[in-house]
């Protein structure tokens, strides 16, 4: 069996279990369920073995389909996609891979989705210093045309201690650094579909081996992993 695209049979499941979101019916199709997340779980761990080839990656990690509903108003069992993330060897590296597949819906985002106090601290730092290095990453013909523009909630004005003038303002506001690809279904069930995924993580790279240079360093550059 290909492991180099999502099965048309992945779609079809995910898009009756959208119109049948109750346990009752979920559990007449358990045996569908874990074929479908088989099927998947494949895909991504053959991505893992392409990623490996360009970046150091730590371990997969497959997140599960039941919803926790206990606080949530969206008492529906059940996720309607599948989805999984790559963490990269920490602490020299960082940043991080996910992957969502949904009909409708299926997309990949990078980044830093919730950094740490510290770590979001250090990075608005380094732009309020200096931000030609990381608009000259976010400016390539190549990020842009896989990513466009960073994306991520922001403040509505600048944090405590910055400049509210500063000419990076725009980036230091920010709370979170992500970048998301979209795929249509039919993108998602043509057979390089695992190397478009593998090739927008590549050109992911400049932009996380910055923000891992910045993470591991003080603002003098000198190493804090030493």
């Not at 969206?74 to 020299?92: C, M």
Request: proline share 3%; net charge neutral; glycine share 4%.
């Amino acid at each position: 069996m290909s492991n180099t695209h999502i099965s048309k049979s992945t779609y079809n499941f995910l898009n009756e279990l959208k119109k049948n979101n109750n346990r009752e019916w979920f559990n007449e199709h358990k045996k569908e369920f874990k074929a479908e997340e088989k099927k998947v779980k494949g895909f991504y761990q053959e991505l893992m073995i392409k990623m490996r080839m360009h970046d150091e990656i730590d371990d997969l990690k497959m997140f599960r389909i039941y919803r926790d509903v206990r606080f949530s108003a969206n008492k529906q069992p059940y996720k309607e996609h599948l989805s999984g993330s790559f963490s990269r060897v920490k602490p020299r590296l960082r940043g991080g891979y996910y992957l969502h597949i949904e009909p409708g819906n299926t997309f990949l985002a990078c980044g830093f989705w919730a950094p740490e106090k510290e770590d979001l601290q250090r990075i608005r730092k380094e732009f309020e210093l200096d931000d030609q290095e990381i608009r000259e990453i976010l400016n390539e013909d190549s990020f842009k045309k896989q990513f466009g523009s960073i994306e991520g909630e922001e403040l509505k004005t600048a944090p405590r201690g910055f400049d509210k003038e500063h000419p990076a303002i725009d980036l230091i506001r920010k709370k979170q650094y992500i970048v998301i690809k979209k795929f249509t279904d039919n993108d998602a069930l043509e057979a390089n579909f695992i190397d478009k995924i593998d090739e927008a993580f590549k050109t992911v790279r400049p932009f996380f081996d910055y923000m891992s240079d910045v993470l591991t360093t003080d603002l003098n550059g000198v190493s804090l992993l030493d």
